[in-house]
């Protein structure tokens, strides 16, 4: 058995967040209200029908800004403050990540068509959505939740 990963996944945006922020700030994402709409021609209103009975949604995103921006393997401090220790790019949620894939739960104001609009995305106009899932309590984490005090002052007014 082959176990070795194919160099060449190709993805299909689905959709496009729309609306919202135009630049990709770092603080204050709570109350941006946006609208994913889905483009691709094999997604109709069928493929929301029900979506409008969950609360939150879990958007899959292509952080497309800055895409000439160097990719990060290695370590680095957030946000690079020096009073944050140096950690593993796969130890924060930094953009500038390998395949540049983006996953934030928001919440869900609205379902009409092929339009879903949301609170809380902290994607900009124009983000290529790639996948969107329903969040259940059942997908939520098991058991107490760690992490660490610089994770926790980076977040205190993302949202």
Same mark, same amino acid.
């Given at each position: 058995? @082959?176990?070795?990963?194919?160099?060449?996944?190709?993805?299909?945006?689905?959709?496009?967040?729309?609306?919202?922020?135009?630049?990709?700030?770092?603080?204050? $994402?709570?109350?941006?209200?946006?609208?994913?709409?889905?483009?691709? /021609?094999?997604? &109709?209103?069928?493929?929301?029908?029900?979506?409008?009975?969950?609360?939150?949604?879990?958007?899959?995103?292509?952080?497309?800004?800055?895409?000439?921006? %160097?990719?990060?393997? &290695?370590?680095?401090?957030?946000? @690079?403050?020096?009073? $944050? %220790?140096?950690?593993?790019?796969?130890?924060?949620?930094?953009?500038?990540?390998? @395949?540049?894939?983006?996953?934030?739960?928001?919440?869900?104001? &609205?379902?009409? &068509?092929?339009?879903?609009?949301?609170?809380?995305?902290?994607?900009?106009?124009?983000? /290529?959505?790639?996948?969107?899932?329903?969040?259940?309590?059942?997908?939520?984490?098991?058991?107490?939740?760690?992490?660490?005090? $610089?994770?926790?002052?980076?977040?205190? @007014?993302? $949202?």
């Amino acid at each position: 058995m @082959n176990t070795a990963p194919n160099p060449a996944y190709h993805y299909t945006p689905i959709g496009l967040v729309r609306g919202g922020r135009a630049e990709a700030t770092k603080d204050g $994402w709570g109350p941006n209200r946006s609208r994913i709409e889905l483009s691709d /021609p094999r997604l &109709g209103p069928d493929s929301l029908l029900g979506l409008d009975a969950v609360s939150h949604i879990e958007v899959v995103f292509h952080f497309h800004v800055d895409e000439q921006e %160097p990719v990060e393997t &290695g370590a680095r401090h957030p946000r @690079n403050r020096a009073d $944050w %220790p140096r950690v593993g790019i796969f130890a924060q949620r930094a953009r500038m990540r390998p @395949n540049r894939i983006g996953l934030c739960i928001c919440r869900v104001l &609205g379902v009409s &068509g092929t339009t879903i609009e949301v609170e809380g995305l902290d994607a900009v106009d124009g983000t /290529p959505v790639l996948d969107i899932k329903p969040v259940w309590s059942a997908t939520l984490p098991r058991g107490e939740l760690r992490e660490p005090a $610089w994770a926790q002052a980076l977040m205190a @007014n993302y $949202w």
